[in-house]
T-cell receptor
Framework: SQTIHQWPATLVQPVGSPLSLECTVEGTSNPNLYWYRQAAGRGLQLLFYSVGIGQISSEVPQNLSASRPQDRQFILSSKKLLLSDSGFYLC?????????????FGQGTRLTVV | AQSVTQLGSHVSVSEGALVLLRCNYSSSVPPYLFWYVQYPNQGLQLLLKYTTGATLVKGINGFEAEFKKSETSFHLTKPSAHMSDAAEYFCAVISPHTGRRALTFGSGTRLQVQP
């Protein structure tokens, strides 16, 4: 069966520090991968998605970036965190092809920028 | 373009009462629709989905939803609320065959269940 791992679960970082969140998927190949951010009371905002290695689409301009160095690995990064980057970050995957409809989510990372 | 509107950011019901969470969507083509549930500090879990076929879909934990094309709605219901249903619920949409690769989510509805 497929599983998705996301770490760390919680993170407290000072303003201006770098960020690296990692997500890996097991049990499937060539998934679509996603990073969402959830701010309090604001639902889920799509940040990045990837349909293959090295292919990243950005949904919103910001100081975050994403990379996909391997088929089932998706990394969210920042060189310098802002207070506004605080939130709950969720990684998700979705299969390719018309029969694959829903997305499956990791357990999330609670990021607090202080 | 696709979008989702969830009416009511907070809904409170008594244990044993009907649960109704509202979702309306906008899509240029017939969409796929989803309801997810999120417990505190956890990821999202799929409750149910509509892709094609029967418009009344049943999901886990006794929830069901009905796709109404004429009303562009996909409301979530449960006949009798349980304390364990207290969580945040998200409606989501994707328009297949448009090249859109990601689900679009509503802003969520927090369900409280009173004893």
């Amino acid at each position: 069966s497929q599983t998705i791992h996301q770490w760390p679960a919680t993170l407290v970082q000072p303003v201006g520090s770098p960020l690296s969140l990692e997500c890996t998927v097991e049990g499937t190949s060539n998934p679509n991968l996603y990073w969402y951010r959830q701010a309090a009371g604001r639902g889920l905002q799509l940040l990045f998605y990837s349909v293959g290695i090295g292919q990243i689409s950005s949904e919103v301009p910001q100081n975050l970036s994403a990379s996909r160095p391997q088929d089932r690995q998706f990394i969210l990064s920042s060189k310098k965190l802002l207070l506004s980057d605080s939130g709950f970050y969720l990684c998700a995957w979705r299969g390719q092809g018309a029969m694959n409809t829903e997305a499956f989510f990791g357990q999330g990372t609670r990021l607090t920028v202080v | 373009a696709q979008s989702v509107t969830q009416l009511g950011s907070h809904v409170s019901v008594s244990e044993g009462a009907l649960v109704l969470l509202r979702c309306n969507y906008s899509s240029s083509v017939p969409p796929y629709l989803f309801w997810y549930v999120q417990y505190p500090n956890q990821g999202l879990q799929l409750l149910l989905k509509y892709t094609t076929g029967a418009t009344l879909v049943k999901g886990i934990n006794g929830f069901e939803a009905e796709f109404k094309k004429s009303e562009t709605s996909f409301h979530l219901t449960k006949p009798s609320a349980h304390m364990s249903d207290a969580a945040e619920y998200f409606c989501a949409v994707i328009s297949p065959h448009t090249g859109r690769r990601a689900l679009t989510f509503g802003s969520g509805t927090r369900l409280q269940v009173q004893p």
